[in-house]
C-alpha cells in the first residue's frame, strides 16, 4: 500500500485566525494607553501649572504611540491617540484654561451619541456598520431583523454611556471643577468603554449565528 506524503491529512501547525474586534480597534493595550496623557495632564496641572501639563500630556502621548509602534502594534490607534492629545493640548493653550483640556472629549461625547441615536432611526446601527467595515463582511445582516435589532441594542449602549459622558462632564466644566472633570473624564472612560465593549463582543458572536448560512 502507498503510504501518503509525510504530513498529509493533518492540520497544518499554524492556522490563520481572524483578528477579534476588540483587536481590530488597537486591542485592550490601546484602551488602557488612551487614560494615560489624561492622567498625566491631571496629575501634573496641580503641581507644576498648565503650561508644564500640556507639554507633559503630548510628551505622554508620543511615547506612548512610540511603545505601540515599537511593539509592532496597530499604527493607526497610536496615531489617533497623539492626534487626539494634541488637539485637547491646544484647545487647552488656546483657552489659557485647564479645563479646556477636556472640551473636544466633551463635544465629542455629544455628537457621538447623536451619530449613533441617528443609525438606529435610519436603520443602520453604527455597531453594525463599524464591525462590517473593519472586517470585510459587508451588510447582509441588514437582511436578519433579528440581526439588526442586536445591532440596534449594541449602538443604544454606546449611545447612552457617549450621552452619559457629555452629561456628567459638561456640567463638571460649567462649575469649573477641573480635578472632578479629569476624575469624570478616567472614570467614565476605561470602565465604560469595558462594558460597552463586552456587549458589542457579544452582540456581534449573536449577529454571526444568526447570518450564518444553514
Not at 483578528?19 to 496629575?43: D, H, K, R
Not at 493640548?89 to 463635544?107: K, N, P, S, V
Not at 432611526?121 to 473593519?134: D, K, M, Q, T
Request: net charge positive.
Amino acid at each position: 500500500m502507498t503510504q501518503p506524503p509525510h504530513g498529509a491529512g493533518r492540520a497544518p501547525d499554524t492556522e490563520q485566525r481572524s483578528p477579534t474586534l476588540l483587536e481590530q480597534m488597537g486591542g485592550m493595550g490601546g484602551v488602557v494607553s488612551a487614560v494615560i496623557p489624561v492622567v498625566v495632564f491631571v496629575l501634573i496641572n496641580p503641581l507644576a501649572g498648565l503650561q508644564f501639563a500640556i507639554w507633559a500630556a503630548l510628551g505622554a502621548a508620543v511615547a506612548v504611540g512610540a511603545w505601540r509602534v515599537v511593539r509592532a502594534e496597530p499604527l493607526q490607534p497610536a496615531i489617533s491617540g497623539v492626534l487626539g492629545v494634541a488637539i485637547c493640548a491646544f484647545i487647552a493653550y488656546r483657552t489659557g484654561e485647564a479645563r479646556g483640556f477636556f472640551l473636544y472629549g466633551i463635544w465629542y461625547s455629544l455628537v457621538a451619541g447623536v451619530a449613533f441615536v441617528v443609525s438606529m432611526v435610519v436603520r443602520w446601527p453604527l455597531v453594525g456598520v463599524i464591525w462590517s467595515a473593519l472586517n470585510g463582511s459587508g451588510f447582509g445582516w441588514r437582511a436578519h431583523r433579528r440581526a439588526r435589532l442586536l445591532y440596534d441594542l449594541a449602538t443604544a449602549v454606546w449611545a447612552v454611556f457617549f450621552f452619559a459622558r457629555f452629561g456628567v462632564q459638561h456640567w463638571l466644566y460649567n462649575a469649573d471643577e477641573t480635578g472632578w472633570l479629569g476624575v469624570a473624564r478616567l472614570l467614565m472612560g476605561l470602565p465604560l468603554t469595558a462594558v460597552a465593549l463586552l456587549v458589542t463582543i457579544w452582540v456581534v458572536r449573536r449577529a454571526n449565528r444568526v447570518t450564518a448560512p444553514g
